[in-house]
């Protein structure tokens, strides 16, 4: 498709314009997401088992995107997005966007700077762990990925500013799982 905007010639990508999957009864398909990264201006590519391409846009706030991952069983696909927030001068991590069936849908941690996520194994679910920002005290929650709703909510025992001796808790493991990938990621 090309597109004439005043003197400019635009070429969009016909992939750009790939209705929603569907079946026969108008629900979603399962897609299953083989490949995923980003394009060369900062979208996220997605390839199904089938060859159908889908994108995760930018948009308008997004600056960013990083930890492109697909889930275990290639029924969704997600990113880190990177915003400005209120008076910063640099983009922070805000939320992650996630593909499935064929439509993206963003996943924040209630206003906080997303930490660490991954897609829990065998669950349509999403685990995540936001901080204020420059705070190392995080909460966590894992959300449905079909509906957004939180499906369950903790709080991991960091080296908190506030709080001078932490109390040691018990976590369950999808705690410890997200405390496994944000020091996987910092090293």
């Known amino acids: 498709m090309v597109v004439v905007v005043g003197a400019i010639v635009a070429t969009l990508p016909l ?33 199904t088992a089938d060859g159908t391409t889908r994108v995760i846009p930018k948009g308008d706030d997004i600056q960013s995107f990083s930890e492109v991952r697909i889930a275990k069983d290639g029924t969704a696909v997600g990113a880190t997005a990177w915003t400005y927030e ?30 660490a996520w991954h897609f829990v194994p065998g669950a349509a679910q999403i685990a995540m762990s936001g901080t204020q920002h420059h705070v190392f005290c995080a909460h966590t929650f894992v959300l449905h990925l079909a509906t957004g709703t939180i499906v369950a909510e903790g709080s991991e025992e960091l080296q908190c500013q506030y709080i001078e001796t932490p109390r040691q808790v018990p976590q369950p493991k999808w705690i410890r799982d997200l405390s496994a990938d944000r020091e996987a990621w910092r090293h």
């Open 86 to 115: 209120c008076c910063q001068s640099y983009p922070i991590p805000t939320r992650v966007m996630v593909l499935r069936a064929g439509q993206v849908r963003p996943f924040d941690v209630g206003g906080l700077s997303v930490e």
């Open 15 to 47: 992939w750009r314009a790939v209705p929603r999957a569907q079946t026969r009864a108008g629900s979603p398909t399962r897609e299953r997401y083989v490949f995923a990264a980003l394009d060369p201006i900062g979208n996220v590519v997605a390839r």
